[in-house]
């Protein structure tokens, strides 16, 4: 004789989450295979038998990088908090606060590359001093003015190669060219070309994110114009990283900004194993989209909000690219791995 299935599906809940019991226990004890005891845990879940609570709030932003995580091609998304009632200043502090605690573990053999930014300068400032180290920080772009009222370009580079006890290259060059015959002549400089080397045979490359707007620090410096981003805007351009414009892909644009900018080409990013981007910012939601369709990077770190946005505007692209032609205006809890936009299957 055995038990009736609705006894042994809630004697099977009992011993899992009160006597904390593993399947295989439970299976032996109620003489049932472990696969029915596991099948009987879901189905209870599922009919709202049992209902699991959290008590952290933060769980809601762990969902949406597991979220983020399972609905493209990265490996890691790190979600914090949108500070409540805050500027996008407390944000880019917040968020580089995030990009600093996912280097505690950095190796000292590790070369690391990294690009200007104000929430780069955030993670920089937030690395502790003389504790870490690392074997080199070098350079992935030209540099330029200041990125915030207190440290340039050039020196986040110094800053987190003195933090890390690291050998520091930069590149003594502007992000972009006025002409693309000086880009060139640049490029064949030696110590462009080997600083351009050790960039890509980097171990981790942090970025940040720029959008086709005013609010783009290669705007703020006099790089590109705002004739120059309706251009780029027309060429499909959602955003730049270290003074590369890509489309929605992350294919890079054919533009002569392709040929003006003195950085690492995006074939050579793509061979460094961790590469991580630091953004939010409802402006710069296609920009972020574009950096993980097109596999861009591995590790992205934002705020809540801003993952939000992301998730919603995927599923929108899935939706109108299926033919719906609806709005999602919600998070999705439970949905399949979606194909990639950048597969032409999405």
Same mark, same amino acid.
């Given at each position: 004789?055995?038990?009736?299935?609705?006894?042994?599906?809630?004697?099977?809940?009992?011993?899992?989450?009160?006597?904390?019991?593993?399947?295989?226990?439970?299976?032996?004890?109620?003489?049932?295979?472990?696969?029915?005891?596991?099948?009987?845990?879901?189905?209870?879940?599922?009919?709202?038998?049992?209902?699991?609570?959290?008590?952290?709030?933060?769980?809601?932003?762990?969902?949406?990088?597991?979220?983020?995580?399972?609905?493209?091609?990265?490996?890691?998304?790190?979600?914090?908090?949108?500070?409540?009632?805050?500027?996008?200043?407390?944000?880019?502090?917040?968020?580089?606060?995030?990009?600093?605690?996912?280097?505690?573990?950095?190796?000292?053999?590790?070369?690391?590359?990294?690009?200007?930014?104000?929430?780069?300068?955030?993670?920089?400032?937030?690395?502790?001093?003389?504790?870490?180290?690392?074997?080199?920080?070098?350079?992935?772009?030209?540099?330029?003015?200041?990125?915030?009222?207190?440290?340039?370009?050039?020196?986040?580079?110094?800053?987190?190669?003195?933090?890390?006890?690291?050998?520091?290259?930069?590149?003594?060059?502007?992000?972009?060219?006025?002409?693309?015959?000086?880009?060139?002549?640049? !490029?064949?400089?030696?110590?462009? @070309?080997?600083? =351009?080397?050790?960039? &890509?045979?980097?171990?981790? +490359? /942090?970025? $940040?994110?720029?959008?086709?707007?005013?609010?783009?620090?290669?705007?703020?410096?006099?790089?590109?114009?705002?004739?120059?981003?309706?251009?780029?805007?027309?060429?499909?351009?959602?955003?730049?990283?270290?003074?590369?414009?890509?489309?929605?892909?992350?294919?890079?644009?054919?533009?002569?900004?392709?040929?003006?900018?003195?950085?690492?080409?995006?074939?050579? !990013?793509?061979?460094?194993?961790? @590469?991580?981007? =630091?953004?939010?910012? &409802?402006?710069?939601?296609? +920009? /972020?989209? $574009?950096?993980?369709?097109?596999?861009?990077?591995?590790?992205?770190?934002?705020?809540?909000?801003?993952?939000?946005?992301?998730?919603?505007?995927?599923?929108?692209?899935?939706?109108?690219?299926?033919?719906?032609?609806?709005?999602?205006?919600?998070?999705?809890?439970?949905?399949?791995?979606?194909?990639?936009?950048?597969?032409?299957?999405?």
């Amino acid at each position: 004789m055995s038990l009736p299935k609705d006894s042994q599906l809630l004697r099977s809940c009992y011993l899992f989450y009160r006597e904390n019991m593993t399947m295989q226990e439970i299976a032996k004890q109620l003489h049932i295979s472990r696969f029915k005891v596991s099948r009987y845990i879901k189905e209870a879940v599922e009919k709202g038998i049992v209902q699991v609570h959290f008590r952290d709030s933060n769980i809601e932003h762990e969902k949406l990088a597991l979220q983020l995580e399972q609905s493209f091609p990265i490996k890691l998304a790190l979600v914090v908090p949108t500070p409540y009632r805050s500027d996008i200043s407390a944000v880019r502090l917040a968020v580089g606060q995030a990009g600093a605690s996912l280097l505690a573990d950095i190796k000292p053999e590790t070369s690391l590359s990294i690009t200007w930014g104000r929430t780069i300068a955030h993670l920089v400032e937030n690395l502790p001093s003389d504790q870490l180290k690392a074997q080199r920080v070098v350079d992935l772009a030209g540099g330029f003015g200041e990125v915030t009222d207190e440290i340039s370009a050039r020196a986040v580079t110094l800053q987190i190669a003195r933090k890390l006890n690291a050998e520091c290259f930069q590149l003594p060059a502007p992000t972009i060219v006025e002409n693309i015959a000086t880009a060139h002549a640049l !490029l064949q400089e030696p110590i462009i @070309r080997k600083t =351009l080397r050790i960039a &890509s045979e980097s171990d981790i +490359a /942090i970025m $940040g994110v720029g959008p086709t707007d005013v609010d783009s620090l290669l705007y703020r410096s006099g790089y590109v114009s705002e004739i120059d981003f309706a251009y780029l805007k027309d060429s499909n351009a959602v955003g730049s990283i270290f003074g590369r414009f890509y489309d929605l892909n992350g294919r890079e644009c054919d533009t002569e900004f392709r040929e003006r900018a003195i950085a690492l080409s995006f074939d050579d !990013l793509r061979k460094i194993p961790e @590469r991580m981007a =630091l953004t939010m910012g &409802s402006h710069r939601i296609q +920009a /972020i989209l $574009g950096l993980m369709y097109g596999e861009l990077i591995t590790t992205l770190v934002t705020d809540s909000d801003t993952a939000t946005a992301v998730l919603e505007e995927h599923f929108t692209l899935q939706a109108e690219r299926s033919g719906k032609g609806t709005r999602v205006t919600t998070v999705i809890e439970e949905h399949e791995e979606p194909s990639l936009l950048a597969q032409g299957k999405v």
